[in-house]
């Protein structure tokens, strides 16, 4: 097998993998800068070589064997990771770096904070994404994304920020309301704001309520978005559901208040990229920056060290 290796040359699977994966010669020749005939005969020589036909012609197209099918998955992976390596070593720290996140992430925690990353690194501009949708990094224009999950995704190395948990928030006059000595089961008597499965996980979380028991009355007001809803809860003095990690800076004010240290909810936020590309200089300068103003956020790590000692 050494042998067979050492015979092929890296420019037959360089073209191989490029019909395979345009699926005709013409157009492999075109993106190569070289004949249709340069592209038959290369293929041609590969498959004498291995002894396997690759290719089935037919007028228009050409189709895959099953032998060329597994060939053009290992070069398709093979000249991807070289693609890859090229662009980290020829990276300067230098261009633009693409950013795919979630609508909340990116307005309550993230965009505040970016203009240090451009004074830290001038050379670096961003674009930010927002959205549900989950990116493939390997195939679209991102270079990194922030999502909530588990923290597995195939291909992809996965840093994790902080723990996507929800808890109660509310307005300081609303907190007043709740009396001297406030409990979880007071917030059954009192108009609340947010989902009615949010509402009712945590008060499962506080132990008001079992599984299987009754739900308390459903919230009055509900809304597309978390921002919306604790919105609302400003506006109206109210009590919903969020995360005091995206509401850090409201808590940090004074204009919401967190009246119990009770969470729920298992998924975290995970910066991801994929593992080929975590050398990448603006992956590498905004992954240490990230870092470290996840580190810098007292919210962040109040509910990191409280949700692992629970853990412990």
């Known amino acids: 097998m050494s042998d067979v290796l050492a015979r092929i040359p890296l420019s037959a699977i360089r073209v191989f993998e490029a019909a395979a994966r345009l699926g005709s010669f013409t157009r492999a020749a075109e993106e190569l800068g070289i004949t249709q005939a340069a592209v038959s005969w290369q293929v041609k020589a ?21 032998a060329g099918e597994r060939l053009a998955r290992a070069a398709g992976e093979a000249m991807a990771g070289l693609r890859s390596a090229i662009t980290d070593l020829s990276e300067t720290g230098e261009g633009v770096l693409c950013i795919t996140t979630l609508q909340t992430f990116a307005t309550h925690w993230l965009a505040g904070r970016l203009g240090a990353f451009q004074v830290a690194h001038p050379k670096i501009a961003v674009r930010l994404d927002t959205g549900n949708r989950m990116v493939d990094l390997n195939r679209e224009d991102f270079d990194v994304a922030i999502r909530t999950g588990r923290g597995v995704w195939p291909g992809m190395e996965a840093l994790r920020l902080f723990p996507a948990a929800q808890t109660v928030l509310c307005t300081p006059a609303a907190m007043a309301s709740l009396g001297d000595s406030p409990t979880p089961a007071r917030l059954m008597d009192v108009p609340r704001i947010g989902s009615d499965l949010e509402w009712t996980a945590w008060f ?109």
């Open 46 to 66: 590969l498959e004498e070589r291995l002894d396997r036909k690759l290719f089935v012609r037919r007028p228009r197209e050409v189709i895959l064997t099953p």
């Open 204 to 312: 499962q979380a506080a132990g008001v309520i079992a599984d299987g028991v009754e739900r308390p009355a459903a919230p009055r007001i509900t809304a597309d978005t978390q921002t919306l809803e604790v919105a609302a809860a400003l506006a109206n003095d109210g009590v919903a559901i969020g995360s005091p990690v995206m509401f850090g800076r409201d808590l940090a004010a004074g204009r919401l208040v967190q009246p119990f240290e009770i969470y729920f909810g298992e998924s975290s936020y995970w910066l991801v990229y994929p593992q080929d590309r975590r050398r990448a200089g603006k992956i590498a300068a905004f992954r240490e920056w990230l870092l470290e103003e996840v580190a810098n956020d007292p919210f962040a790590q109040k509910v990191l060290a409280r949700l692992g000692a629970e853990a412990a």
